[in-house]
């Protein structure tokens, strides 16, 4: 099959946030113990932090992380988790189940945010903390001579840590979430919450809850208009699906998905644009966009037989996954500015980035296109036009059976290019290309438009297998790998295999 790319590099479209390459610590499952603090392994440093995994952290180049959550924080209290460790208490786990040590609390995180080199971005409990507890966990982390300052001094730390992102709420519309609230109801307790934030430090950058994947536009307007002169970020929060993805049948959906994606978050921009065109009173700064909770969920017939599906959090992920987040990328790339950062669920198990067992760190084909993208896909995003054929294919989205909702299929027909392509310019100047191939079966031989004044030879980057389903296990950590080649000739024409992802980096002649 055949396709065109032409790079229009003198339609920039605005600067590529490397925020949108981020990741999210959550206290579900094994994601925390024994994923980031085990204190009983040998591979832990004094504050029980894995050692593998901050190196391994550090090597992706996570540029910021989201912590405590998501559902977990809207019944956490902070100061549970510091002072000495063994002193703290042990809750149960509100919201997941199980238990919390609460052995990995604020210092301990932060110390993994300085470790990695890694902005961190903190939520406060909206759901059943007050005003004061926010206020203080803001003072202990960046104060100077307060109370709080001083206790976070007697655990260790003398210097303000300085963290300036912090999220109020957290999907506050659902009804599974502690301390539920309407619109109205939200908008007006964000705004009071966020007053006294910016009172405390106006440099601050907060993020306001925004609506479920973009559909509540009165939800985001009344949001904005009430809050907006605080907010740095407006967040969304979108799930992709499947219920067998062993299926071939299921590759499509799952490869397409990122159309549904990128609908939704230009929907929101829209929203948020037409809000504060109406406004008389404007923010006097930008409002981005957070996709701050984001995957494919794999879903499994539930063996009880009673007709149900449950979430596999433990799937692991494969070149399908790979194909699905790579597109994701792109439509956050051809929507910047407006999306600003994008947490992905979650960086270590739980459908992780990093898949961490006793004595491994496993490092799955998402690792490895987080990687490359968060190096090259930065800069100055360029306007890139593809000819391809396209493919009618349905984008499934799903209720969360998990709340006792019935498993859904809305079939949307979207059609969309199996060649999907995004283009940059970095710092250096160099021109750097995404390709995504979407086919299933068929290679393409691709048409390249690359403008005057880059070279005929390019590094090119891939990430292929003949399985889609192919995974990185501690049995065989290298199955699916990247393969970098330096100086190839591209002479404007460039073939790549079926279900592939391929970036290219052209220097200046």
């Not at 085990?38 to 029980?48: H, I, N, V």
């Not at 959906?253 to 929203?271: D, H, S, W």
């Not at 459908?351 to 930065?378: C, I, R, S």
């Not at 292929?464 to 501690?474: E, L, Q, V, Y």
Request: negative net charge.
């Amino acid at each position: 099959m055949k396709a065109i790319i032409t790079i229009r590099e003198e339609e920039r479209t605005g600067e590529i946030s490397p925020y949108i390459y981020g990741q999210y610590f959550e206290h579900l499952g094994n994601c925390m113990y024994p994923g980031v603090w085990d204190g009983d392994s040998a591979r832990s440093d004094g504050q029980g932090l894995r050692k593998d995994v901050i190196e391994a952290a550090r090597e992706l180049g996570v540029p910021v992380i989201r912590w405590p959550g998501g559902c977990y924080v809207d019944l956490y209290d902070w100061k549970d988790g510091v002072g000495p460790s063994e002193q703290r208490p042990v809750r149960p786990n509100w919201h997941w189940g199980g238990q919390e040590l609460n052995r990995f609390g604020t210092d301990e995180f932060l110390s993994w945010c300085e470790q990695v080199g890694a902005e961190p971005y903190v939520n406060v409990n909206l759901g059943t903390g007050t005003l004061v507890d926010a206020l203080r966990w803001i003072d202990y982390c960046n104060g100077a001579e307060t109370a709080d300052a001083k206790w976070r001094k007697d655990n260790g730390r003398e210097e303000p840590y300085g963290v300036r992102l912090w999220g109020i709420g957290n999907e506050t519309w659902g009804d599974w979430e502690a301390g539920q609230l309407g619109a109205d109801e939200y908008a007006a307790k964000l705004a009071n919450w966020a007053q006294f934030a910016k009172k405390y430090d106006s440099q601050l950058q907060l993020l306001g809850v925004g609506s479920y994947e973009g559909n509540d536009e009165e939800w985001d307007r009344k949001v904005i208009e009430a809050a907006g002169k605080y907010l740095s970020y407006l967040t969304i929060h979108i799930y992709g699906c499947s219920v067998d993805r062993e299926s071939s049948d299921e590759y499509y959906p799952i490869a397409f998905t990122p159309v549904y994606f990128e609908n939704q978050l230009r929907k929101m921009i829209g929203t948020l644009e037409t809000t504060l065109s109406r406004m008389n009173k404007k923010p006097g700064h930008p409002i981005r966009l957070s996709l701050d909770e984001w995957n494919i969920r794999h879903y499994e017939v539930d063996p009880s037989g009673n007709g149900g599906y449950l979430l596999n959090r433990n799937s692991p992920r494969n070149l399908q996954d790979a194909i699905f987040a790579a597109g994701v990328f792109h439509a956050m790339i051809r929507l910047s500015p407006h999306v600003g950062m994008a947490n992905y669920v979650f960086l270590v198990n739980g459908n992780g980035v990093m898949n961490v067992t006793e004595d491994a760190v496993v490092k799955t084909p998402l690792y490895h296109l987080f990687k490359q993208y968060g190096q090259w896909m930065t800069g100055k995003s360029v306007s890139v036009e593809v000819q391809s054929p396209s493919r009618l294919t349905p984008v499934p989205l799903v209720s969360n059976p998990e709340y006792g909702e019935e498993l859904a299929r809305k079939h949307q027909p979207v059609s969309s290019p199996y060649i999907d392509a995004v283009g940059a310019i970095g710092e250096d100047g160099s021109l750097r290309v995404a390709i995504v191939n979407r086919h299933l079966e068929s290679g393409f031989d691709l048409s390249l438009g690359i403008p005057e004044g880059y070279g005929s030879s390019a590094a090119v980057w891939s990430l292929h297998h003949d399985d889609i389903h192919a995974s990185n296990t501690s049995e065989a950590p290298e199955r699916v790998v990247p393969v970098l080649r330096m100086g190839v000739s591209i002479d404007n024409t460039l073939t790549v295999p079926a279900h592939s992802i391929v970036l290219l980096r052209f220097e200046k002649a």
